[in-house]
Structures are given as C-alpha cells and as structure tokens.
C-alpha cells in the first residue's frame, strides 16, 4: 500500500466546475505540500500546510491531522487549471531533509 | 527574487554515454538543493540532496552521482547511463529549515 494515495488519478471537468482532488496518508506527517505539474514538466509548489485551511486565488487546501485527509478545491474552474496535481507529505520521523513521500498525482483536464 | 536553472531540457543518450545535468539557483545564499527523479507513471523520488558545498547525501543506490562545486550549482551525473536512467529529472532547492521546495523546469533523458 502506497504511503500517499490520491484520488481520483484522472479527472474531467467542464469549465466552471468546483473540482475537488483528494489525497490521503498513513504516516504521521510534519506537513503536506500540493504541487502542479503543467504539461511541459515544471512544478510549482500550490500549497505547504500542516494544519487547517490555506487559500490562494481560486485554490483551496485543507488539512485534517486526525484523519489524515487533505483536499485540494478549484472554484470556478478554467481549461488553463488543466494539469497534474501531486500531494506530498513530510514524515516526523527521520527521514532526510527533502524526503517528501510523494503521491502518483491527479491529472486534471478542464475542458471549455 | 529567487530562480533556479536547470539544463539540458532535453536529451537523448546511448546507452553506457556519460551525462551531466546541472542546477543553478540564484537570488539566495545556502540553499538546500535536491534532485529528484520521475519515472514514466511514478512519483516523485529523491535521489540526492545537499546542505552544503560539497555536502551530498544519497537516498537511493544507482549508477548516479551527484556534486555541489558552489554553493549555488548542483550537478547530476553518469559515468554510462542504462536504460533504466531513462525518466524526468527536477532540480530543487529550499531555504535552510524550512519545508516549501522550489523546482527547476526538468530535463527530460531519454536513454536508448
């Protein structure tokens, strides 16, 4: 069993949908980072949190600790949203400096 | 403001060739820097990092090597690539102490 999973691996989604990517864990974690992937490659860190909710633009990232849940939200989204999203996890124990554990990513694709 | 460059973008290698990546960042001093390897249909895995000049930590055993000449260059090589080099590779760096990594565009190797 994978350390992060996401779901869904792909997803759909007409223009100005609300779209929800989920990602949960089974380490204890220190934090958790969203991260996008465009097309070409690059990755661009979304979001670092450990606790509660952070909000930038249309982008939304929850955290609950206890049932090692997060969810990335996109409001009103947009075809230039189309991209593969990854959550990673930070563990508490160990580890060296860097050693995200990593999910697959969801791939998203807004359609206009 | 803080970049990071990394190059080639692209390339295409036989196998048992040697290979260079290399990673600058600019606009901050003692940074930590990480390469990381995607392979087609994985996640993300680290493969080296660095605190320091000269300072490399390995995370996974393989025909790679990496170095730190300045503080602010990190290179990926390979006396002779296999097939199983083959992947997208991510360039990273991160303040001292803190979580948020900042990624490179990647090169994409292909080995043939």
């Known amino acids: 069993k994978n350390e992060v999973e996401q779901s869904p691996q792909n997803l759909t989604a007409q223009e100005g949908e609300f779209i929800t990517i989920n990602c949960s864990y089974s380490v204890g974690i220190s934090a958790l980072h969203w991260l996008q992937q465009h097309p070409g490659g690059g990755i661009v860190s979304l979001f670092m949190l450990s606790s509660g909710k952070k909000k930038h633009g249309r982008l939304i990232a929850t955290i609950n600790i206890q049932e090692k849940h997060s969810s990335l939200h996109i409001t009103a989204s947009h075809p230039r949203d189309s991209a593969v999203y990854i959550c990673a996890v930070r563990g508490i124990y160990g580890g060296s400096q860097g050693n995200l554990i990593f999910g697959k990513g969801t791939k998203l694709s807004v359609k206009p | 403001s803080q970049t990071i460059h990394q190059w080639p973008a692209t390339l295409v290698q036989p196998v048992g060739s040697p290979l260079s990546l290399e990673c600058t960042v600019e606009?901050?001093?003692?940074?930590?820097l990480y390469w990381y390897r995607q392979a087609a249909g994985r996640g993300l895995q680290l493969l080296f990092y660095?605190?320091?000049?000269?300072?490399i930590s390995s995370e996974v055993p393989q025909n790679l090597s990496a170095s730190r000449p300045q503080d602010r260059q990190f290179i990926l090589s390979s006396k002779k690539l296999l097939l199983s080099d083959s992947g997208f590779y991510l360039c990273?760096?991160?303040?001292?102490?803190?979580?948020?990594?900042?990624f490179g565009e990647g090169s994409r190797l292909t080995v043939l």
């Open positions: 990273a760096w991160s303040y001292p102490g803190t979580g948020e990594l900042f």
């Open positions: 660095s605190v320091g000049i000269g300072q």
């Open positions: 606009g901050t001093s003692n940074p930590n």
